[in-house]
C-alpha cells in the first residue's frame, strides 16, 4: 500500500505500539517536512493473520501569506510545563501543523479546518503535547 502511494504522499512514522495480541503501526503525514497532524495512516496486525487500516488524509488547500515568528521550543515547553506532570521525561519536540479542532465534531465529520504551526512534545511514556507556535 506505501509503496503504491509513495509519490503521492510524504510521510514518516510517528510510533509502533506493541500491546497484547496487537501490533500498530502510525504514520502522519508531512507538508513541507512537517507533521500535519490528523492525516495518518494506522496500520494494526493482530498474531492471529488479522489486519486494519485506517486513513485520514488532509489536503492543503491554500497556505497562509503573513509570515508569523514562532516561538522556541524552550518557550513552548515552559508553556507546555502546567500539562505534565512533575518527573515526566521529554523525548522529543518538534514543529509541525495541528488541528486545533472542536472537540466534540470528529475530524471525520470535518469538510475544512485550519492547520497552525505548532509544537509537539513528547514524553517517555508515549504521551503527546501541542502547543500553538504563536499568538495572534
Same mark, same amino acid.
Do not use: C
Given at each position: 500500500?506505501?509503496?503504491?502511494?509513495?509519490?503521492?504522499?510524504?510521510?514518516?512514522?510517528?510510533?509502533?505500539?506493541?500491546?497484547?495480541?496487537?501490533?500498530?503501526?502510525?504514520?502522519?503525514?508531512?507538508?513541507?517536512? $512537517?507533521?500535519?497532524? &490528523?492525516?495518518? =495512516?494506522?496500520?494494526?496486525?493482530?498474531?492471529?493473520? /488479522?489486519?486494519?487500516?485506517?486513513? #485520514? !488524509?488532509?489536503?492543503?488547500?491554500?497556505?497562509?501569506?503573513?509570515?508569523?515568528?514562532? $516561538?522556541?521550543?524552550? &518557550?513552548?515547553? =515552559?508553556?507546555?510545563?502546567?500539562?505534565?506532570?512533575? /518527573?515526566?521525561?521529554?523525548?522529543? #519536540? !518538534?514543529?509541525?501543523?495541528?488541528?486545533?479542532?472542536?472537540?466534540?465534531?470528529?475530524?471525520?465529520?470535518?469538510?475544512?479546518?485550519?492547520?497552525?504551526?505548532?509544537?509537539?512534545?513528547?514524553?517517555?511514556?508515549?504521551?503527546?503535547?501541542?502547543?500553538?507556535?504563536?499568538?495572534?
Amino acid at each position: 500500500f506505501i509503496k503504491a502511494h509513495e509519490n503521492d504522499w510524504e510521510y514518516e512514522i510517528k510510533y509502533i505500539k506493541e500491546e497484547d495480541e496487537f501490533t500498530t503501526i502510525y504514520y502522519n503525514s508531512l507538508f513541507e517536512d $512537517m507533521f500535519l497532524e &490528523e492525516s495518518y =495512516m494506522s496500520f494494526t496486525y493482530d498474531i492471529y493473520g /488479522g489486519f486494519n487500516l485506517e486513513m #485520514i !488524509r488532509l489536503h492543503v488547500l491554500e497556505k497562509g501569506k503573513n509570515k508569523k515568528e514562532v $516561538m522556541t521550543s524552550v &518557550e513552548a515547553i =515552559m508553556r507546555a510545563l502546567s500539562q505534565l506532570e512533575r /518527573g515526566d521525561d521529554i523525548t522529543e #519536540i !518538534r514543529l509541525g501543523y495541528y488541528l486545533f479542532m472542536d472537540q466534540n465534531v470528529p475530524i471525520t465529520q470535518t469538510r475544512s479546518a485550519t492547520a497552525f504551526p505548532s509544537w509537539r512534545i513528547k514524553t517517555a511514556d508515549g504521551r503527546y503535547f501541542y502547543v500553538q507556535a504563536f499568538e495572534f
